[in-house]
């Protein structure tokens, strides 16, 4: 057997396994008949698109050029044999000549020896098929397709296109043009194997230095196609039988330009071959990042052609996460809607495929489960660092949750997914129970209404790097927050060295409007941090009527500090006169922030937060926002309440501070005058020592001696509950006598424990625990009665639950029992009296 029929065996054989199932065309290997007997005339005319942009480089050009000249030197160049046309691409298509510009093999080959670098930072390869597709190709180009001359392209390409290929490539299909590839390197082989008539007619080096080899293994592809053993049946794309159907394309718009083409390819492939209209098949698209947004509603487009043109503005989009959930919840919302075009009851098969290459930044079983429940047929296609565990919780079952190395392949290979979508039917059933079951629901709808102001560190502690971590914690937030004039509003404001307002809290009214503004967020800039000045600032500029705030209509007012660096101005005083001013302040923190220093601006401690790496922040988002939105402060009380709960109010709040070292001894600081600011600020302290307290210690930091109860032994502690009670349990106008000094505003108690938490009291801790559970057991406990306190304390004092804490007696025992021993030296028992003080006097107990 001769080389021209080993090359022509193995030709027939790969057409052979290419079948067009309706996606498009491919080659088909045979010898073409003449009425007369014989073959055609060896005859083509060939077109050469060479990659002339930085992917090459003036260095390399000369390899790509003598490719060119090797390919042509070895064919029959002539005006009724083999014509030669010639186009370098970059940023855009240069024709260089003709296919009828010469009629010789030498004119030719002068011409290329004559091209020059032209250099150019794009590679538009899709802009460079449509020029061949629209201006060489015809009869006054010197096309001979009228006269069944056979026409081929070769791609000669070093990298990645930069645009979509699909209207070019698609227009020469079309055309019946077989196209070739040559890859210099692994960077533009899976470009050119789309363009490509088969895969297998892509060629590829290793580098330049071996691009020459790949002439003499194209010229047998050449020569096939010149000789008509290569050749393209010409059919026409058949659509498929498809029945009604509403499906919706949700992409990740975060992968890049080169898989977003990909994926738009797809979907105008898909579209080619279904029965588009709104009495057929309907298609919506929806992209996601840190937020989805509508590209299209399944109505929007009624014929293929206006579709299909559509498609075109769907755009890739930086973005470092993806919030798959709310994704998934924004096509629940908004898209599966009759008004949107949704057919869901008129019984027409409602299919969602997802697309994605990275994990979820939110979580994805909630948002999964309820599109499943209204009978939704999810399918999920994941590639790179998605996760196949995470796909098979979106899509309705295992079968349709998809993974792919690369979405590119999607063009290749698509016949998988593309049968889901256009057979899948039905709706998802769950499993039925045997008998008929009545469940009667309840659902408390929790109605938020706040003004939410954000203080945005937009210093060089951050760096153009990590801000967009900062920019979708923002977002993730807000995202599921309920926008509007009448529930949250949002404003925003960065600082460094001075601070620069973004927008007030009437600024914008709109979600997407907000989140829309917050993505296009750039770093202010600045070396110098003065947080404290920027939270006065907030305070004097972003809380006032004229701007948006609603404090005077008792909607809760609140700051959000986003910080990386640290504070080089006082920002403690500032925070004091914010909680005065009834703001609650959270903190976000990382990188060179000051963790101790935020939870002291913070309004409470347990309302700053701190990662240790900026790429952790945005999955922040969901444990900030349930204390985001129901925590309430002001200048009277601090309390986590839902909006239509009653008010706190009652007749104590009781706080117990204790001793967490490892055991009972005296002091090591002051505590006489923080017990008497107590005093004089109308808190009432009771002390209880054991074994190696000092007497005298306790009786200085109790109100009086009768209030000082000083233990041989923790298992005493069960004597004191009864003595204690007898005190605290007095109605108020003898409390008043007992107290003389102390005024009683009300009767209620608020009762802090203060627990020696140090190393010293390690062992005696569970009888400390059982003394505390006693007297809380002859409590009241309710908001509007007793609310009780435990803060430990060693070298620092923490706070293990507030008054607001735990609203029934229940709750807090049970709190108790959860109490773990804080441990640590010193025990520095006067400041852990400042540290209650301080928190008492800014209602933060």
């Known amino acids: ?154 791609v000669i390409s070093a990298g990645p296109s930069t645009d979509d290929t699909g209207a070019g490539d698609r227009a020469l299909k079309r055309a019946g043009v077989i196209t070739f590839g040559a890859s210099v390197g692994d960077a533009a082989s899976v470009d050119l194997e789309t363009v490509a008539t088969d895969k297998t007619f892509v060629l590829s080096a290793p580098d330049f230095r071996a691009v020459a080899s ?18 393209v049946q010409n059919e026409f794309t058949e659509v498929l039988a498809v029945g009604k159907r509403d499906i919706i394309f949700l992409i990740d718009s975060t992968m890049g330009a080169t898989i977003i083409n990909s994926v738009r390819e797809f979907i105008k492939r898909f579209v080619e071959i279904m029965p588009i209209g709104q009495d057929q098949v309907q298609v919506g698209v929806a992209q996601f990042g840190n937020a989805p947004r509508l590209d299209m509603d399944l109505n929007s487009y009624g014929s293929r052609e206006e579709l299909t043109a559509a498609l075109s503005s769907i755009k890739p989009k930086p973005g470092q996460t993806v919030n798959i959930g709310a994704a998934l919840d924004f096509v629940r919302t908004n898209m599966l809607r009759p008004e949107k075009g949704s057919r869901m009851n008129q019984g027409i098969p409602q299919v969602l495929l997802l697309m994605t290459s990275k994990k979820s930044s939110d979580s994805v079983v909630g948002p999964a489960l309820a599109l499943q429940r209204l009978g939704v047929l999810t399918l999920a296609a994941g590639s790179k660092t998605a996760e196949v565990p995470e796909l098979q919780q979106i899509a309705f079952a295992d079968s349709v949750a998809f993974y792919m190395r690369d979405f590119r392949q999607l063009i290749r290979n698509p016949k998988a997914i593309v049968d889901a979508l256009s057979t899948l039917a039905g709706v998802v059933v ?62 925003l404001l960065q600082f460094a060295d001075r601070p620069k307002i973004e927008f007030y809290l009437n600024s914008h009214s709109d979600r997407q409007e907000i989140v829309d503004k917050i993505s296009q967020l750039r770093l202010s800039g600045g070396s110098v941090l003065n947080t404290g000045a920027a939270m006065n600032y907030a305070l004097d500029n972003m809380f006032r009527v004229s701007t948006g705030s609603r404090r005077k209509q008792g909607v809760q007012q609140v700051l959000v500090l986003i910080t990386g660096g640290p504070a080089q101005d006082q920002v403690k005083s500032v925070a004091d006169k914010l909680a005065l001013a009834g703001v609650l302040t959270f903190t976000v923190s990382s990188g060179q922030a000051d963790e101790a220093l935020m939870r002291n601006v913070a309004f409470v401690p347990d309302l700053a937060y701190h990662e240790t790496s900026f790429t952790s922040l945005p999955a922040l988002a969901e444990s900030i926002m349930p204390k985001l939105i129901t925590v309430v402060g002001d200048t009277d009380t601090v309390t986590s309440v839902f909006p239509d709960e009653p008010a706190a109010g009652g007749e104590r709040d009781v706080a117990f501070l204790i001793d967490g070292t490892e055991s009972v001894r005296r002091s090591r600081d002051n505590v006489k005058d923080p017990a008497g600011a107590l005093k004089t600020d109308g808190v009432v302290p009771f002390g209880v020592g054991v074994r190696d307290a000092d007497p005298r210690q306790i009786a200085a930091i109790s109100h009086n001696p009768s209030f000082a109860f000083n233990l041989r032994e923790f298992s005493e502690l069960s004597t004191v509950p009864q003595k204690l009670n007898n005190y605290v349990s007095l109605p108020r106008d003898e409390l008043t006598l007992v107290l003389q000094q102390v005024q009683s505003n009300a009767a209620k108690r608020d009762i802090v424990f203060l627990l020696d938490g140090s190393d010293d009291t390690i062992n005696g801790f569970p009888e400390i625990k059982l003394f505390v559970k006693s007297i809380v057991e002859s409590l009241s406990v309710s908001e509007s009665h007793d609310r009780v306190s435990v803060v430990q304390f060693a070298a620092n004092p923490d706070v293990n639950f507030y008054l607001n804490s735990h609203k029934t007696k229940d709750d807090m025992l049970n709190a108790i029992d959860k109490l773990r021993h804080k441990g640590g030296r010193p025990r520095n028992t006067g400041n852990a009296l400042q540290f209650v003080r301080d928190h008492i006097q800014r209602k933060k107990m």
Do not use: H
């Open 214 to 231: 790949m002439g003499d293994q194209l010229l047998p592809y050449v020569n096939g196609v010149v000789q008509r053993t290569i050749i």
């Open 430 to 491: 769950t499993e039925q129970p045997t008998e008929p079951v009545v469940v009667i629901t309840t659902v408390r709808t929790q109605i938020v209404v706040r003004d939410i102001v954000f203080l945005v560190d937009g210093s060089t502690y951050i760096g153009s790097s990590n801000f967009p971590f900062m920019r979708d914690f923002i977002i993730n937030v807000v995202n599921q927050l309920d926008v509007g004039p009448e529930r949250v509003q949002i404003g």
């Open 1 to 154: 057997m001769t080389s021209r029929n080993i090359i022509q065996d193995l030709v027939v054989r790969l057409c052979d396994a290419v079948t067009r199932s309706g996606w498009g065309g491919g080659p088909v290997a045979n010898k073409a008949p003449l009425a007369g007997g014989g073959t055609a005339q060896e005859s083509a005319d060939l077109i050469l698109l060479i990659d002339g942009s930085e992917n090459v480089g003036a260095a390399n050009f000369p390899y790509v050029r003598d490719l060119a000249l090797r390919i042509i030197e070895r064919l029959d160049v002539g005006r009724d044999t083999i014509r030669v046309a010639l186009v370098l691409y970059s940023v855009d298509p240069d024709i260089k000549f003709y296919l009828n510009s010469y009629d010789s093999k030498s004119s030719v080959v002068e011409a290329v020896k004559g091209l020059a670098y032209s250099g150019g930072d794009e590679s538009n390869l899709g802009a460079a098929l449509e020029e061949v597709a629209e201006s060489l190709l015809s009869q006054s180009a010197g096309g001979r397709a009228d006269e069944s001359v056979p026409q081929m392209l070769i």
